[in-house]
């Protein structure tokens, strides 16, 4: 058993490896002028989140859009809100910093002051519901689509889904691959996009696999939705989808 945990978890590393490495050479142009790779300079937090984890089959991969700044940017974590890597994980690993930093979105590491809203109440919902990260990693695993943070002059959030088709499709053809190579590794029979971009590369990265693709509400309070009773709203759509049971 415990040989066969760590063959997935090895492959959820192999892969998170090779994503880094493919869209580290990639380059991007205005209105983006800088872009920053946490699985890169806070790998070793990842690799630690990837080995708490990833060990095992999951039922359910909960998949998101790209890292948020004051969360995965700032942790290596996906929706790597600081209190709940460094509280409930009780990771604590070094973190570097990105080639070309924007003076307005700097990254601290576990020192951010900054509270990512999305991370705080998607990891707050599991934490409510399952009361320890072991028995949630046992059957459910968070990652991203993209792993890259894009930022305009201004330090403003750019989205990946706002790409040109010029630099979307390498991209694309990396992250494919890296949600490829997690499917393989963790086998899981739904996969759940929070929100709608997440959901719609899921379907079409999965769209011949014998699994389900569901969606859940974003956490982002820049949704009036999201703001209106998130985790309420939420559970009730993982339920109705079959994900959860009542």
Request: hydrophobic residues 45%.
């Amino acid at each position: 058993m415990a040989k066969h945990r760590a063959i997935h978890e090895n492959a959820l590393i192999v892969a998170a490896r090779t994503l880094c490495d493919a869209v580290q050479r990639l380059r991007f142009a205005e209105p983006i002028t800088h872009v920053y790779n946490p699985l890169a300079y806070a790998w070793p937090m990842h690799e630690a989140y990837l080995k708490r984890a990833g060990a095992g089959r999951k039922r359910v991969v909960f998949l998101g859009m790209n890292p948020g700044p004051w969360g995965m940017a700032q942790t290596g974590v996906p929706f790597g809100e600081v209190g709940f890597v460094r509280d409930w994980f009780k990771l604590d690993h070094p973190i570097s910093k990105p080639k070309q930093e924007h003076p307005k979105r700097q990254v601290h590491g576990l020192r951010c002051t900054r509270s990512e809203v999305s991370g705080r109440r998607l990891w707050g919902l599991f934490a409510a519901r399952f009361g320890s990260p072991a028995k949630f990693f046992a059957d459910h695993l968070v990652a991203n689509y993209c792993p890259l943070v894009f930022m305009e002059s201004s330090g403003r959030n750019f989205t990946p889904d706002k790409l040109n088709a010029a630099a979307r499709e390498p991209l694309e053809a990396a992250c494919d691959a890296h949600l490829l190579a997690v499917v393989e590794a963790v086998r899981p029979e739904v996969v759940v996009g929070v929100g709608a971009f997440a959901a719609r590369c899921a379907s079409r990265v999965l769209s011949d696999r014998e699994l389900r693709v569901a969606q859940m509400l974003h956490p982002s309070p820049a949704s009036p939705a999201a703001n209106r009773g998130w985790a309420e709203q939420a559970t009730a759509q993982l339920i109705e989808a079959g994900v959860w049971v009542s």
